[in-house]
T-cell receptor
Framework: GESVGLHLPTLSVQEGDNSIINCAYSNSASDYFIWYKQESGKGPQFIIDIRSNMDKRQGQRVTVLLNKTVKHLSLQIAATQPGDSAVYFCAENYVDSSYKLIFGSGTRLLVRP | NAGVTQTPKFRVLKTGQSMTLLCAQDMNHEYMYWYRQDPGMGLRLIHYSVGEGTTAKGEVPDGYNVSRLKKQNFLLGLESAAPSQTSVYFC?????????FGSGTQLSVL
């Protein structure tokens, strides 16, 4: 079946640097994408979302980019902080009425002090 | 406003035992979901509900049943637990956009 996947399982960055986490999706019919952050022992936490009619969306220190041509999604975190250390998941929503999300396998972000 | 609350937080079962996980949300969301997460993996959808009295199968429904008798509650049942069902279970709810997750239930089946 179609799925969402990630290129890198672990990303290590220096505190203060920018982080980029990538995600590839295979379902061209997906119209809504979300990035989640999951800290150890906790449930996923919503970070930012983007609809398929947009290429870019910015939040506080985070930016999501969507390239529908190559079916690629990325999460950029500016001035990465130790509190950003977590596992990040991208998720896609198929075009139906259930709003269910299909998740990728996750990327672990490690921030070096 | 507690958001999404899951009970219990931890449970250990013996193979063949049954149990029910409870999820409650106080945000008046129509949509509710049960996911499981295995070590080093993403979340996989077990069952979901688009409204009170309705349920549907997700990616990995076998061995589980669900009920949505009240809008605010979504129950996940295991009739005969198997070691393969050892996992962390997350409930989520939605108003039609992003999902809001509970803190999870760690289930071990021996």
């Amino acid at each position: 079946g179609e799925s969402v996947g990630l290129h890198l399982p672990t990303l290590s960055v220096q505190e203060g640097d920018n982080s980029i986490i990538n995600c590839a999706y295979s379902n061209s019919a997906s119209d809504y994408f979300i990035w989640y952050k999951q800290e150890s022992g906790k449930g996923p936490q919503f970070i930012i979302d983007i609809r398929s009619n947009m290429d870019k969306r910015q939040g506080q220190r985070v930016t999501v980019l969507l390239n529908k041509t190559v079916k690629h999604l990325s999460l950029q975190i500016a001035a990465t902080q130790p509190g950003d250390s977590a596992v990040y998941f991208c998720a896609e929503n198929y075009v139906d009425s259930s709003y269910k999300l299909i998740f990728g396998s996750g990327t672990r972000l490690l921030v070096r002090p | 406003n507690a958001g999404v609350t899951q009970t219990p937080k931890f449970r250990v079962l013996k193979t063949g035992q049954s149990m029910t996980l409870l999820c409650a949300q106080d945000m008046n969301h129509e949509y509710m979901y049960w996911y499981r997460q295995d070590p080093g993996m993403g979340l996989r959808l077990i069952h979901y509900s688009v409204g009170e009295g309705t349920t549907a199968k997700g990616e990995v429904p076998d061995g589980y049943n669900v009920s949505r008798l009240k809008k605010q509650n979504f129950l996940l049942g295991l009739e005969s637990a198997a070691p393969s069902q050892t996992s962390v279970y997350f409930c989520a709810s939605s108003h039609g956009g992003g999902l809001f997750f509970g803190s999870g239930t760690q289930l071990s089946v021996l």
